[in-house]
T-cell receptor
Framework: GENVEQHPSTLSVQEGDSAVIKCTYS??????FPWYKQELGKRPQLIID?????GEKKDQRIAVTLNKTAKHFSLHITETQPEDSAVYFC??????????FGTGTRLLVSP | SAVISQKPSRDICQRGTSLTIQCQVD?????MFWYRQQPGQSLTLIAT?????????ESGFVIDKFPISRPNLTFSTLTVSNMSPEDSSIYLC?????????????FGNGTRLTVT
């Protein structure tokens, strides 16, 4: 079955810096890759997703890139703000539904 | 996206008892899933709740321990049976946006379960 690895486990940046979180997946048939943000005590919230027929997708300060050949995808956050502090999870799926999650990255943005 | 109501939001239960968690969606959705998030960990899929048929369980999860009901396209329940302290986790209901087969998943607020 699918296995998703996520790095780093923790990431500390200064406000205004960029943050990059990387994930690799094992199932070459996976075709959907969402990213979720989970603030302390709250539910995971979908922040961006990408399908396998697209190499990059951007939404304001957030972007995701996908390299199908290497089977890895990354989340890029520019101009980080303290409210970006949270745990971020990547996931992979053969369909849009049955998601396999990475282990999570705790992002801390210091003012 | 669909509005997902999950209850209870939290509970403290004694070992050996069972707890049923409800997930209600404000619109019909095809796919509903139940996830578990152990303290400080990632999310693990327990099962897919299939409307009108038995749930599909992932490796390591069995129906006797986690019976699931899905009577219609807007509602599902997950029961955690014969609980032990190892069952202390957050249990999350997840649904697609609609009856579209390829709609992104969203999560309910979760049920924080503590077993003593």
């Amino acid at each position: 079955g699918e296995n998703v690895e996520q790095h780093p486990s923790t990431l500390s940046v200064q406000e205004g810096d960029s943050a990059v979180i990387k994930c690799t997946y094992s199932d070459s048939a996976s075709n959907y890759f969402p990213w979720y943000k989970q603030e302390l005590g709250k539910r995971p919230q979908l922040i961006i997703d990408i399908r396998s027929n697209v190499g990059e997708k951007k939404d304001q300060r957030i972007a995701v890139t996908l390299n199908k050949t290497a089977k890895h995808f990354s989340l890029h956050i520019t101009e980080t703000q303290p409210e970006d502090s949270a745990v971020y999870f990547c996931a992979a799926s053969r369909s849009f539904q049955k998601l396999v999650f990475g282990t999570g990255t705790r992002l801390l943005v210091s003012p | 996206s669909a509005v997902i109501s999950q209850k209870p939001s939290r509970d403290i239960c004694q070992r050996g008892t069972s707890l049923t968690i409800q997930c209600q969606v404000d619109s019909q959705v095809t796919m509903m899933f139940w996830y578990r998030q152990q303290p400080g960990q990632s999310l693990t899929l327990i099962a897919t709740a299939n409307q009108g048929s038995e749930a599909t369980y992932e490796s390591g999860f069995v129906i006797d321990k986690f019976p699931i009901s899905r009577p219609n396209l807007t509602f599902s329940t997950l029961t955690v049976s014969n609980m032990s302290p190892e069952d202390s986790s957050i249990y999350l209901c997840s649904v697609g946006d609609s009856t579209e087969p390829n709609s992104p998943l969203h999560f309910g607020n979760g049920t924080r379960l503590t077993v003593t």
